[in-house]
């Protein structure tokens, strides 16, 4: 799986988009970007994943560049809640369980009052 | 809906002492995985169960055992605790399919003195 960079701490107003960037610039063709979070060391949370086109669910939005070698979550009204370690993977879609995440440093998010 | 639910969320041993730590997720999910995280570190790899009656290794193995005991459960062994492994472990399940995420339990917290 390619290797991702990530800020290790980033802090965003409350009600302001946080931006948090990735490079994961030896991606392969057929390699997902996956975001997780993380809150108060409670189990990774899913957020958000995409291949190649720029995804939107209920919590976040996902964009990647048109080389795929980095992305951004935008996390569009942030709150005081949202304050977590935001976890970037990439992993082959492949229907094989060895296709684990591996989980770096990540970035901490610090949303302020 | 449960998920992934681990048990216990807390324990504390004595070096040399033995323990299991149960997962069980209630997804149907095919495999199943255990990680463990130190104090600022992102997750790491034990173990992993691609399905019922397989486990591999996965990126820090020694000092464990796995059980698939059945499609829902998969256990996590120390045989002879070390103050080493204090640490959070954390239970996952995936589908195997590339859009779905891996799910986690909230963790179990382990102390050996």
């Known amino acids: 799986d390619a290797k991702t960079t990530q800020p290790t701490s980033m802090d965003c107003a409350e009600g302001r988009a946080a931006n948090l960037p990735c490079n994961h610039s030896?991606?392969?063709?057929?390699?997902?970007v996956y975001w997780y979070r993380q809150i108060h060391s409670q189990g990774p949370q899913y957020i958000i994943h995409?291949?190649?086109n720029n995804e939107t669910n209920e919590m976040a939005s996902l964009i990647i560049t048109e080389d795929r070698k980095s992305s951004t979550l935008i996390l569009p009204h942030a709150t005081l809640r949202d304050t977590a370690v935001y976890y970037c993977?990439?992993?082959?879609?492949?229907?094989?369980?060895?296709?684990?995440?591996?989980f770096g440093g990540g970035t901490r998010l610090m949303v302020k009052p | 809906n449960a998920g992934v639910t681990q048990t216990p969320k807390f324990q504390v041993l004595k070096t040399g002492q033995s323990m299991t730590l149960q997962c069980a997720q209630d997804?149907?999910?095919?495999?199943m995985y255990w990680y463990r995280q130190d104090p600022g570190m992102g997750l790491r790899l034990i173990y992993y169960?691609?399905?019922?009656?397989?486990?591999d290794k996965g990126e820090v193995p020694n000092g464990y055992n796995v059980s698939r005991l059945n499609k829902r459960e998969f256990s996590l062994r120390l045989e002879s605790a070390a103050p080493s492994q204090t640490s959070v472990y954390f239970c996952?399940?995936?589908?195997?399919?590339?859009?779905?995420?891996?799910?986690f339990g909230d963790g179990t917290r382990l102390s050996i003195l």
């Open positions: 996952a399940s995936w589908t195997m399919r590339a859009r779905e995420p891996q799910h």
């Open positions: 169960s691609a399905s019922e009656g397989t486990t």
């Open positions: 997804m149907n999910h095919n495999s």
């Open positions: 993977i990439v992993r082959v879609g492949a229907r094989n369980a060895g296709n684990m995440l591996t």
């Open positions: 030896t991606i392969s063709g057929n390699e997902y």
């Open positions: 995409g291949l190649k």
